[in-house]
């Protein structure tokens, strides 16, 4: 493989090898013994790596303050730095500057309600499709309009 890949593509190589990465962390989480009695946990495992990869990660696959913050204003609730560092220590107990996947999945599964998983949940059911109908509008004609 060329090892000299430019822009698009070793990006493209990047996400790759990061959800490859993701998937073997997905299954320790099913084959741990703490989980097992986890509805569901295989389909909210891949819920859980789809939301994750959604994220600005960085080169090392994991949520920086910067990918939080940009994740946040694109939701529509922008927070200060302050409040970002209050969330990723939420998640992390201090322990790094950045969100890595077993922190975020930790969180998501776990009893806690950290505010980046409340954001996250709030987000998820505010998009469900319940409100907004597949496919094209319907069609309209002069009469019905107002």
């Known amino acids: 493989?060329?090892?000299n890949l430019q822009g698009g593509k070793s990006f493209g190589l990047l996400k790759e090898q990061q959800r490859v990465k993701l998937d073997?962390?997905?299954?320790?989480?099913?084959?741990?013994?703490?989980?097992?009695?986890?509805?569901?946990?295989?389909?909210?495992?891949?819920?859980?790596?789809?939301?994750?990869?959604e994220f600005d990660l960085n080169d090392q696959g994991e949520i920086d303050m910067?990918?939080?913050?940009?994740?946040?204003?694109?939701?529509?609730v922008p927070k200060t730095?302050?409040?970002?560092?209050?969330?990723i220590v939420e998640v992390t107990g201090g322990s790094s500057n950045t969100i890595n996947y077993r922190d975020f999945?930790?969180?998501?599964l776990?009893?806690?309600s950290a505010v980046l998983k409340?954001?996250?949940?709030?987000e998820d059911k505010a998009n469900g499709g319940a409100c907004k109908p597949d496919g094209p509008p319907p069609k309209r004609d002069i009469s019905s309009l107002p």
């Open 1 to 3: 493989m060329p090892s």
């Open 24 to 53: 073997e962390i997905n299954k320790e989480y099913l084959e741990d013994q703490k989980y097992r009695d986890e509805e569901d946990l295989a389909e909210k495992l891949e819920g859980l790596k789809n939301k994750y990869a």
């Open 66 to 76: 910067m990918g939080l913050k940009r994740t946040m204003e694109k939701m529509g």
């Open 81 to 87: 730095h302050l409040e970002l560092k209050k969330m």
């Open 105 to 108: 999945v930790k969180m998501m």
């Open 110 to 112: 776990g009893k806690r």
């Open 118 to 122: 409340l954001v996250l949940i709030f």
